[in-house]
């Protein structure tokens, strides 16, 4: 941290580095903010000329970000804004796990609530990523902090070279898919980061989720990648964020349904393969497949130089049982 | 396939009173959708919000011809309910002619004139579809009044349109 942050008379910092190794409490979650899209607007009639006054919102998203100069008086503004994820944002979080099932008109859904003590947003602001995209100002009501809720499969870390392909499934055990939501490791090397493909046998036949690096992600210093294998379709877009540059990965193959592999000698997960542009010297580290929690912030107060203290909901939920039941 | 008649009139409706009632005054007057967020949100604010529709009377019957069209189509009245808002803030200035209007007397102005406005929409105009607008009402304006907390003037009138939904 920088020496021109005040850290408050308790070191909110200094604080959860020591109780991380008290308490499983401190937690490294994800920080996400969603993309914020073009509004629909019309500024002209339908001869196309010109509508009096300003342009007419109709108050609802189109699916385009792409930016608008707005530079006439009656013409629509808006900056590009892709979604925020940035990860490596360290939180003490009581409690971790808070369920309560509610019958809802969607059907049974788990809900919880949960206090985020963070650092203060000068802090948060000095780190990696947050520091760097002018993005971030601060948080904000629906945000949203995606929790490690259980770690599923945590494959040893790597040092080797080249494309890495790491087992889930050994052939004399069969582990089931269903109760994983996201992936998550860090990496460095001097190549670039190609490819990440999650792999399955479903029904007994090859099935994966491949998700292709669209612009150069060439991670020279350690680089966390965090992607979500459920709810994507083919062509879905996540970004991946590298010094403060949302580098987008794209979903280009998505035949694997994880909540069908139950964990037979049909139904499982086989391997997560990481694919690279040549052969140079590759380290892998915290690689986590896993059941995430997603946190929305509800409430957010800011004790300055001291802390944060941010209430937060648990806006989606199902039930792994479920999942596993129904597919 | 029905045409997204809906969208349409709703579009059009906020096109078409943006259009006249801007066209009337010196300075912008902001129409929205259902709800502006406050990020939106500036002054004059007329916020035109769907609250329902349905049919209304079927009585055109099934598979039959409309027009000089020989295609057989099926049709009914329906109908959509709206809510118009107007939002002025205190401080809000509009040049009317060469007056310039400020809370209540802009909102009392805005009222008739939204309602002329309304009345006077030709459909065609702000939409490429062909729209068959049966019957509007613009009920009578309620809750004219100041809101002390935030300072906004305001009114709202609820208003209903019948249109042929072809199909």
């Known amino acids: ?327 | 396939m029905a045409k997204d008649y809906l969208n349409i009139i709703e579009r059009a409706l906020m096109m078409g009173l943006s259009d006249k009632i801007n066209a009337a005054v010196t300075g912008d007057i902001y129409v929205h959708g259902q709800f502006p967020q406050s990020e939106d949100l500036k002054f004059p604010s007329l916020i035109v919000q769907q609250v329902s529709s349905g049919f209304e009377e079927k009585f055109h019957g099934d598979s039959i011809t409309f027009g000089s069209s020989s295609t057989q189509g099926s049709g009914e009245v329906y109908g959509m309910n709206f809510q118009v808002h107007i939002i002025v803030d205190k401080d809000t200035e509009i040049t009317i002619g060469s007056d310039v209007y400020k809370q209540r007397r802009l909102v009392n102005w805005l009222m008739l004139n939204i309602a002329n406005s309304i009345m006077e929409i030709d459909w065609s105009v702000y939409e490429e579809e062909e729209l068959q607008i049966l019957e509007r009402h613009l009920a009578s304006w309620r809750d004219v009044g100041y809101i002390e907390a935030v300072q906004w003037y305001g009114a709202t009138a609820d208003f209903q349109i019948y249109f042929l939904n072809k199909r």
């Open chain 1, 1 to 327: 941290m920088v020496s021109t942050v005040n850290t408050g008379t308790i070191n909110m910092p200094k604080i959860l580095r020591q109780m991380r190794h008290r308490t499983s409490n401190v937690r490294d979650v994800l920080f996400q903010r969603d993309a914020i899209f073009d509004k629909d607007t019309k500024t002209t009639k339908a001869d196309d000329s010109d509508l009096s006054g300003p342009a007419v919102n109709f108050g609802y998203e189109k699916s385009t970000n792409t930016s608008m100069s707005g530079s006439a008086d009656n013409t629509v503004y808006h900056k590009s804004t892709p979604e925020l994820m940035i990860g490596g944002l360290k939180v003490l979080q009581t409690p971790i796990i808070s369920r309560s099932g509610k019958l809802e008109r969607t059907g049974a859904r788990i809900s919880g609530e949960c206090k985020f003590y963070t650092p203060s947003l000068a802090t948060i602001r000095q780190l990696d990523n947050f520091g760097e995209t002018n993005q971030f100002d601060e948080f904000e009501a629906y945000d949203k902090f995606i929790d490690i809720e259980r770690a599923v499969y945590t494959p040893s870390d790597i040092t080797s070279t080249g494309n890495q392909t790491i087992t889930i499934s050994t052939g004399s055990t069969y582990n089931p898919g269903y109760e994983i939501d996201r992936i998550q490791f860090k990496v460095k090397t001097a190549d670039n980061i190609t490819s990440i493909t999650l792999n399955g046998t479903e029904g007994g036949s090859g099935k994966s989720v491949v998700w292709t690096a669209t612009d150069t992600c060439t991670p020279t210093d350690w680089l966390l990648i965090d992607l979500p294998i459920r709810d994507i379709t083919a062509s879905s877009t996540k970004e991946v964020y590298q010094n403060g540059t949302g580098l987008t990965f794209t979903a280009s193959t998505v035949t694997l349904d994880v909540d069908k592999l139950y964990g037979d000698n049909n139904n499982y997960l086989s391997s997560l393969v990481i694919a690279t542009s040549s052969s140079s010297a590759i380290e892998l580290k915290d690689i986590n497949i896993y059941k995430s929690a997603e946190w929305s912030l509800e409430s957010i107060k800011d004790y300055r130089d001291e802390y944060m203290l941010i209430k937060a909901v648990r806006v989606r939920g199902d039930r792994t049982s479920r999942r596993r039941a129904y597919g």
